[in-house]
């Protein structure tokens, strides 16, 4: 079976006048795939990735997700994709409940759907006792899971993570990555940031960013044998050490 | 930022905020057109305190004015005013005010007034003079107007606008500090430390007691004196003796407005809910006898009220230490109340 | 639509799940129009006043009587001989001395002639010229008292007095309208603008940009509620000022309504524009409270006249949105004028908020930069 491109991006690049964040990137990801996007601090991983959401116009090149341009065609885009950002993106003074139906409804879903889904995405989470809670009260782990189902509600093709698991416990990480699973299992596409490590080895394929352009790109099993490590903390050292752009 | 707002306020507030009655706008309705009712045309616009919208017949178009607010005070000559003056009955003007701002209404009437009796009793005694009889000049009035000679209003809200602006500097400054600490989280780093808490709070009032007295020096210098020509009567001393001691009392505020609240949005909006009462009942503005009993009363639990009148006392006309003991010890008394209060509630809710 | 409900919906949430910011809300106009209404006054009532007397006999008497009577005045002391009145004004509140001459009565009954000395604390320009003016129509009215039971002179002018629109000067005729503009302006400017900010700051605004969400929507739905709740405010206001302050609308209230809708517009939209320049919180609230409230206060004119202000302040005071309600306020509420009259000023406003709009759309960026 073929596979099919989810996201194709050519030779992007975006310039903060004479600093350029991101230099000249190629790649394409796969439906279903999960695609881990890696680098130091300041190496312009989110740069690109607010580019590839529409929130950044880029300065030059080309990117299509979902088959939809990023020039003219934003706003098909964002039907199509969720978005989870580095801050913590509900809102803390609205219930579980409440924070659910409005994402819903930001997404247009008509008032049965919106009803059937949040059930159903409380009983999975195990919420059903904390529905009516305020988000704010709830553990910073629980938040996160719940927002990472808030923003697959709609089913998109593409969703975007960006440091999902920061300050979350080893426990809480493992569930949240079984989510990332069970979602690209839905054939989701999911293109996640992260610092750790570990987490890099559960996804299907990862780049390695450097200044602002990408240095490698292959299977953790492929990264690991091209550059000799065992591990791809190593991997990430031998890269990362290059790096002119001190992490900011 | 902190520095500049104060300065520029003080700058613009004091000549924008002139209240001095002056250019009433009138509308005069002459049916009579009489060498009378000219003259007292004529005197009225010569008062100074009036200018002439409009003259004419019609009272219909002079009430347009009236409603447009272009013209304050309508007065209206009847017809035969001149016949009807010479005759026992009396001759009778009718002026109306606009009233919806009372006091521009009420002064600007007394003006009126005190210009059509004026006028009055000089045709009396004309007219007496004529008929042959003793000239009784009545009774002379003569005033004088003390500690301000060119009335100018900005002498009176100079040091009345600076008082509040030093107490906004330090209220807001000290407030915001500390709950930006408590949200940044770096006063928990200062509760581990073995720094006792009064020396903590310590630390924190003398920098902006400082800043106060610079603020306070820059605005009583440079701007009330190298700008407005504002030179105090009295010496500097009574003044920076209880600048020193109002502006603990006010830091005192500020630190305990701190503990009440736990964000920067809240002591914003406490801080300006409570400022905006402390100038409105500290006789900035509005004269405090003129209120009632309980709103007097609120005056005189109020900081702001002192500081004011003190710094108009010493400034203007020169009142020494021994003249402001009372305004001094209440001062003293509220620096150690808030400050006590303050501290207090800092440990319990540490 | 089905999103804009979503989105009036959470902003609701969010209104009310904030308490404090709830009762600052509706406390302030509550308790400003309260101490406007019954605390302050321009007028200027019980002033501190000496009279000193030299003659000390019926006449003069009679006239402190007169002073005593006066509620402009409070009489403080009489006293009889010399003071240093520099001494006086210093120590004490005392506003005006009055000095009346040795032969006080000698020389108005026989000579026809008598000077009065009125000693006045300038201090305050304002209410020392007032002062002086009522003491003096006072003296003169004493004096025709006094010579009317002599003989009886014709050539008398007659002046009668109406006080129009505010027959009682009750100060709240004037703050009551200063009140409003200053509540609605303020309140939805601080409050659009930082509700904007803090989901910029919180990272919210993102995960809606990053949604289908036509951003017209967000701003809309960030608009009404508050435009409901100034409403709301506005009918409190206008409620409290009818059945406590006794201040009676005699316009129509649709207009008056209308015109309000027009400034919470233009509040709206700027409030809109300082959310898109600043990026913080406590930027925002600066800009709204510390940068609008002064001149807010000093330019909608009715703390201060703005005629008297010099050229380029009056100048300035063309721009600030409530300066034009005001005017419309006071002609609809107070004068009972019609549509006809204030027009113009409808005009200017809708104006302002069409300005606004079309600035702070054009800057509310799709794409944060």
């Known amino acids: ?248 | ?350 | 639509m089905r999103q804009l409900l979503a989105y009036i919906k959470k902003e609701f949430y969010h209104v009310f799940r904030d308490s404090k910011t709830l009762i600052l809300l509706f406390g302030m106009p509550i308790v400003q129009i309260l101490l406007f209404g019954f605390a302050l006054t321009n007028e200027i009532k019980n002033s501190e006043l000496i009279i000193c007397d030299y003659s000390n006999n019926k006449t003069s008497e009679k006239l402190i009587e007169k002073f005593r009577a006066n509620n402009n005045f409070l009489l403080k002391e009489v006293i009889y001989d010399d003071h240093d009145y520099n001494q006086i004004f210093r120590e004490s509140k005392v506003k005006l001395i009055i000095t009346l001459p040795e032969n006080f009565e000698g020389d108005l009954i026989h000579q026809g002639k008598s000077t009065v000395l009125l000693t006045a604390d300038a201090s305050d320009p304002n209410t020392s010229n007032t002062l002086v003016v009522y003491a003096t129509n006072i003296l003169y009215d004493f004096q025709k008292e006094m010579s009317n039971n002599v003989i009886l002179i014709p050539y008398t002018i007659d002046t009668s007095i109406r006080m129009m629109y505010n027959p009682e000067l009750k100060g709240a005729y004037n703050f009551v309208p200063g009140v409003m503009s200053l509540v609605l302006l303020l309140v939805c400017v601080l409050m659009t603008s930082v509700s904007i900010v803090r989901e910029k700051e919180l990272g919210t605004m993102e995960i809606l940009l990053v949604s289908p969400t036509n951003p017209l929507i967000i701003i809309i739905s960030k608009a009404i509620p508050y435009f409901l709740l100034s409403i709301v405010n506005l009918t409190v206001i206008l409620l409290l000022s009818t059945y406590l302050l006794d201040m009676p609308i005699n316009g129509s209230l649709f207009l008056l309504y209308l015109a309000s809708s027009i400034l919470i517009l233009t509040a709206l939209a700027l409030g809109l524009l300082i959310s898109n320049v600043t990026n913080s919180q406590e930027a925002a609230m600066l800009i709204s409270l510390m940068g609008m409230l002064m001149p807010t206060i000093l330019f909608t004119g009715f703390m201060f006249p703005i005629e008297n202000m010099p050229l380029p302040l009056q100048i300035v005071s063309n721009i600030v949105p409530s300066r034009w309600y005001f005017i419309i306020v006071k002609d609809v509420v107070i004068k009972g004028l019609g549509f006809a009259s204030i027009w113009k000023e409808m005009l200017v406003l809708m104006g302002m908020a069409i300005f606004l709009l079309a600035l702070s759309l054009k800057k509310f960026k799709t794409r944060l930069e």
């Open chain 1, 1 to 248: 079976m073929e596979k099919k491109i989810v996201i194709k991006v050519e030779n992007l690049v975006k310039a903060f006048g004479d600093f350029i964040a991101v230099d000249n990137i190629s790649f394409e990801v796969y439906q279903g795939e999960i695609f881990g996007f890696l680098g130091a601090n300041g190496a312009g991983k989110t740069t690109a990735m607010r580019m590839l959401c529409g929130l950044s116009t880029p300065t030059s090149g080309d990117a299509q997700i979902a088959g939809y341009d990023i020039y003219t065609n934003t706003e098909d885009i964002k039907k199509n994709i969720g978005y989870m950002s580095q801050k913590f993106s509900l809102y803390e003074d609205l219930t579980v409940k409440e924070n659910i139906r409005f994402f819903a409804g930001v997404y247009g879903l008509d008032i049965k759907t919106i009803k059937r889904k949040s059930e159903e995405l409380i009983n999975t989470l195990g919420l059903n006792a904390e529905a009516n809670k305020l988000v704010g009260s709830l553990p910073l782990g629980w938040k996160q899971k719940l927002a990472f189902s808030v923003a697959i509600i709609h089913e998109p093709k593409v969703v975007f993570l960006d440091e999902p698991t920061g300050g979350v416990d080893p426990v809480t990480r493992r569930q949240f990555w079984d989510m990332i699973y069970a979602a690209s299992d839905k054939n989701i596409t999911v293109f996640v940031t992260t610092h750790y490590m570990d987490e890099a080895e559960y996804c299907h394929r990862v780049s390695m960013m450097v200044d602002g352009k990408i240095e490698a790109l292959d299977t953790p099993q492929g990264l690991k044998d091209t550059y000799h490590a065992q591990s791809m903390d190593q991997v990430f050292y031998q890269l990362a050490r290059a790096a002119t752009r001190s992490a900011d």
């Open chain 2, 1 to 350: 930022m902190i520095f500049l707002m104060p300065i520029i306020q003080l700058l613009i507030l004091p000549m924008a905020a002139d209240y001095e009655i002056k250019n009433i706008n009138i509308s005069i309705v002459d049916h009579d057109h009489s060498s009378y009712s000219r003259e007292l045309t004529h005197k009225i616009i010569s008062s100074g305190y009036f200018v002439l919208n409009d003259y004419g017949q019609d009272y219909q178009s002079a009430f347009k004015n009236f409603e447009k607010d272009q013209s304050d005070i309508i007065l209206e000559i009847p017809h035969d005013f001149e016949k009807n003056i010479g005759k026992l009955s009396a001759s009778s003007l009718l002026v109306s005010t606009n009233a919806i701002n009372g006091v521009k209404a009420g002064v600007g009437s007394a003006y009126l007034m005190q210009i059509i009796s004026n006028y009055n009793q000089k045709i009396r005694q004309k007219w007496l003079h004529y008929n042959g009889q003793e000239i009784k000049e009545g009774m002379h009035v003569e005033s004088r107007f003390w500690y301000n000679k060119y009335m100018k209003y900005t002498f009176f809200m100079v040091p009345g606008i600076l008082g509040i602006l030093v107490t906004m500097v330090g209220v807001y400054m000290c407030s915001l500090n500390i709950v930006k600490e408590k949200e940044i989280g770096t006063i928990e780093q200062i509760n581990v430390t073995p720094i006792k808490k009064q020396y903590f709070i310590l630390g924190k009032l003398i920098p902006f007691w400082l800043i106060g007295i610079f603020v306070f020096s820059v605005g009583l210098f440079v701007v009330a004196r190298g700008i407005y020509g504002i030179i105090p009567i009295g010496s500097y001393f009574p003044l920076y003796a209880f600048l020193a001691i109002y502006l603990v009392a006010a830091l005192g505020i500020g630190l305990l407005i701190s503990t009440y609240s736990s964000t920067q949005q809240q002591s914003m909006s406490l801080t300006f809910f409570l400022m905006m009462i402390f100038i409105l009942m500290s006789g900035l503005f509005t004269p405090i006898e003129s209120m009632p009993e309980w709103a007097q009363f609120i005056t005189k639990l109020n900081p702001v009220t002192y500081f004011i009148d003190v710094m108009r006392r010493v400034i203007l006309k020169g009142s020494t230490i021994h003249e402001l003991q009372f305004d001094f010890i209440v001062v003293s008394i509220m620096a150690a109340f808030f400050n006590i209060w303050a501290v207090l509630n800092y440990k319990k809710t540490n």
